[in-house]
């Protein structure tokens, strides 16, 4: 009798040692699966959020090539750009120094219809004088490598490339 109760609770530590096996697995399956979830989230987030930056930013470099190099000082001034044309005037001295064109700016990516409804998450920050360039600021949302580097740089490189022809 002894035997046959110790083969018993073998075989029920094998089987219950498999479902703690099983569970494991099927838990780690659940969060490989949700972990990659959040990740293709946060890419869209990422890419949402770069559009917008690099729209406010095209409306700005549009803004202050028509202005001969003066920034936009509020929000409606930014938004009044509206509908933004597909190139500037304003050639940059170096290829590259900012965009000049809406491909060059967002590639195959789809401009926001609306500039307002687009930055509604982001902080927008303009100088009262309009000699310093708009601070676009994501607001803590992911975006693309090099979004926020990249804006300040063309904003930068506008400013003085248009002081340099001014004087």
Request: proline share 6%; net charge negative.
């Amino acid at each position: 009798m002894t035997r046959s109760n110790s083969r018993l609770r073998r075989g029920s530590t094998r089987s219950t040692f498999l479902i703690v096996i099983a569970l494991f697995v099927l838990a780690w399956i659940g969060t490989a699966i949700f972990g990659y979830r959040v990740y293709l989230n946060v890419l869209d987030t990422a890419r949402e959020t770069d559009t917008a930056m690099r729209s406010l930013a095209w409306a700005a470099l549009v803004y202050t090539c028509r202005e001969d190099g003066r920034f936009p000082t509020d929000a409606q001034q930014l938004f009044a750009m509206q509908p933004l044309p597909d190139s500037i005037d304003c050639v940059p001295s170096e290829a590259g120094d900012w965009p000049t064109t809406r491909q060059e700016l967002l590639g195959d990516l789809v401009f926001p219809d609306d500039l307002k409804h687009a930055s509604r998450k982001m902080k927008l920050y303009f100088s009262s004088d309009g000699i310093r360039p708009p601070v676009i600021d994501a607001n803590g949302l992911p975006t693309e490598l090099g979004t926020t580097e990249e804006i300040p740089l063309w904003f930068e490189s506008m400013k003085s490339s248009l002081q340099g022809t001014d004087s």
